[in-house]
């Protein structure tokens, strides 16, 4: 896998140009940030209608060999080798002191193969994380040759399934390998925006072909990366480099639901991947941090970095990500506090331009997921 420092691009650079598409640099891509329809109403879009996401520049990975599944199991704290065929699990690369390094998709596609989806700023780092552990019992293929793009909202169904009947059939977090189009296709039903929808890999030479057969249809728009973030925020999502980092473990983070049982103390196969001992711990014992959602008092949004206190002025956490919620009309974030404060009815503030604003800690997602679940 060769890295380089120049600045790529997706198969779908020139289509984005073309729609009218602000590009910004974004993990070492060409993206587009938005396009004239403007953020708010692509947001709005997508929770209504459908929007199609250019997701091409995270990295897709196949793990194979006879060992393939367990050796995975070292690397996650998850529950890997009971995973059924053809379904997906989101999962996370830990560190030996118990930090997250990565949060990635896996879904297992039979013969002790298995497809990871990462992180675009991750994926060299996780390329070799898995080459320098399971290089020697594991082939690991990084592709270069392939697109993926995410069709999310309440009406993806539908747009999808004029293609392919059957992808509305699939339930929430399963995949299917299926011709749209004529085109062959990997498909999961996942995404990123709290709405019901799909995550298509595609071969790079079709994947213009099969962009504009979406977007043929008329609820279908493409969506930049301003509304994901907006719409991941409303969801409650974690993003690595914000809520997840090497310094804090998943349960620091609130991720105790995506840690297996299989995995936990006591289970079937307990531990035995970097960092378990001070996850277990955490797990049975409490975290000193948590991740919560917080609506800001006012109008004015709480954006990341922005220092949380309590009423005596004691800074008690920061915002690991705010904004506007165009969902809810108001400013929501997401921040990382200490334990103790989470539970308590003591007031607490944040500090925009060195102001205070009052803040009122809420459970997370703002928005109710619409995962179609059957």
Excluded at 85 to 114: I, K, Q, S
Excluded at 355 to 361: G, L, W
Aim: net charge negative.
């Amino acid at each position: 896998m060769s890295v380089g420092t120049e600045i790529r691009t997706t198969p779908f650079h020139k289509m984005h140009v073309n729609a009218g598409a602000k590009m910004v640099p974004f993990a070492g891509y060409e993206m587009p940030v938005s396009y004239p329809l403007g953020i708010k109403k692509e947001h709005n879009h997508t929770r209504e209608s459908a929007g199609l996401f250019d997701v091409s520049h995270m990295g897709q990975i196949r793990l194979s060999g006879e060992h393939a599944m367990s050796a995975l199991e070292s690397l996650v704290p998850v529950d890997i080798v009971d995973l059924p065929l053809m379904r997906t699990r989101y999962a996370l690369f830990t560190t030996e002191n118990g930090g997250v390094l990565d949060d990635l998709m896996v879904t297992n596609l039979g013969d002790n193969d298995l497809f990871l989806v990462v992180n675009a700023a991750c994926k060299e780092a996780d390329y070799d994380h898995l080459k320098n552990h399971l290089g020697a019992s594991c082939e690991i293929e990084f592709y270069d040759d392939l697109a993926l793009l995410a069709l999310q909202g309440p009406k993806a169904a539908m747009v999808l399934s004029e293609f392919a009947p059957s992808v509305k059939e699939m339930t929430f977090m399963t995949a299917k390998q299926t011709m749209l189009n004529d085109i062959d296709c990997f498909i999961t039903r996942s995404g990123y925006t709290g709405e019901d929808g799909y995550e298509i890999s595609v071969s790079a030479k079709d994947a213009e072909s099969l962009a504009s057969s979406l977007l043929s249809s008329e609820e279908v728009e493409w969506i930049g990366l301003g509304a994901r973030d907006s719409l991941r925020l409303e969801a409650g999502l974690s993003l690595y480099g914000h809520e997840l980092d090497i310094s804090h473990s998943p349960v620091e983070s609130s991720l105790n639901w995506a840690l297996s049982k299989a995995r936990r103390l006591g289970g079937e196969r307990e531990g035995n991947y970097l960092g378990s001992k001070v996850i277990m711990n955490q797990i049975e014992n409490g975290s000193d941090t948590k991740v919560v959602g917080l609506i800001p008092e006012g109008r004015m949004p709480v954006r990341d970095g922005a220092i949380i206190q309590d009423e005596n002025g004691n800074q008690i956490g920061y915002v690991t990500s705010g904004g506007f919620g165009p969902t809810l009309n108001k400013p929501i974030s997401i921040a990382r506090l200490e334990t103790k404060f989470t539970n308590s009815h003591s007031k607490i503030f944040a500090l925009v331009r060195e102001k205070k604003i009052a803040v009122e800690i809420v459970k997370l997602p703002f928005v109710k997921h619409n995962y179609y679940r059957g």
